[in-house]
């Protein structure tokens, strides 16, 4: 008599518990970064969150980085809920990209977690992230990023065909403004500006969040119209 149904349901349990085990993991991970900051989320705090030793968090992730970038996954499917939303709340793509944009930094000033996950990864190089990340974990990392990439592209590129925009390359784009997006988000962290008050005498003012809101908004729609 075959035992094979049997031993097929023992390993979909199995499969199932895995899975159950690893969102523990990420929520844990996740609660964290928001209560603390990512700096300081430990893995022996996101086990002991879990009610598990550190060495079950390594059973389940190649490392921190991996679990680190697992957990962008959901605030990257979050700013894309929220990009959505913005393009859904105009009609002409200029307004739809302002309201995109605008978005993007509402939604990295209130989570600054996700700021600090992102640029954590971008600046490991390619072949570090291949290393340290399972293939599976890239994967779902870049449907996370290249989700919220393609409505910015669709948003371009419908801009083109109405003729508002005049942009050769709307995926790169979308990538640089992503980019350059995560930077001035630090700034308006930060909330400093770094002048000369004279020649060689070096200063520094403020800079609000609204502020950067403002300059991303208007920088986009010049790089998009010019």
């Known amino acids: ?6 031993t097929d349901g023992r390993r979909t349990a199995a499969a199932a518990r895995r ?8 929520a844990a991970t996740r609660s964290l970064f928001d209560q603390r900051g990512v700096r300081d989320a430990q893995i022996e705090d996101i086990a002991k969150a879990v009610g598990i030793n550190r060495a079950i968090v390594y059973r389940h992730f190649t490392g921190k980085e991996e679990l680190f970038a697992l957990t962008l996954v959901g605030y ?3 700013l894309r809920d929220a990009l959505a939303a913005a393009i859904e709340s105009a009609d002409a793509p200029p307004a739809q990209l302002e309201a995109l944009v605008g978005a993007f930094v509402d939604y990295g000033v209130a989570h600054p977690a996700f700021l600090d996950c992102a640029q954590t990864l971008m600046r490991r190089t390619g072949p570090d992230l291949l ?11 870049g449907r996370g990023i290249s989700s919220c990439l393609a409505q910015l592209t669709q948003v371009l590129e419908d801009g083109v065909s109405a003729g508002d925009f005049r942009v050769e390359d709307p995926v790169l784009l979308a990538n640089t403004l992503y980019a ?3 930077g001035a988000l630090q700034l308006a962290r930060v909330g400093i500006l770094v002048k000369e008050a004279a020649p060689g005498i070096p200063t520094v003012g403020t800079i609000s969040p ?15 119209t010019r």
């Open 1 to 6: 008599m075959s035992t094979a149904p049997e």
């Open 19 to 26: 899975r159950a085990r690893e969102k523990q993991i990420i």
């Open 76 to 78: 990257l499917e979050e």
């Open 131 to 141: 290393d340290e990340i399972s293939e599976s974990a890239l994967f779902r990392l």
């Open 180 to 182: 350059s997006g995560l």
């Open 210 to 224: 609204e502020q950067v809101r403002t300059y991303l908004v208007a920088s986009a729609l010049a790089l998009a």
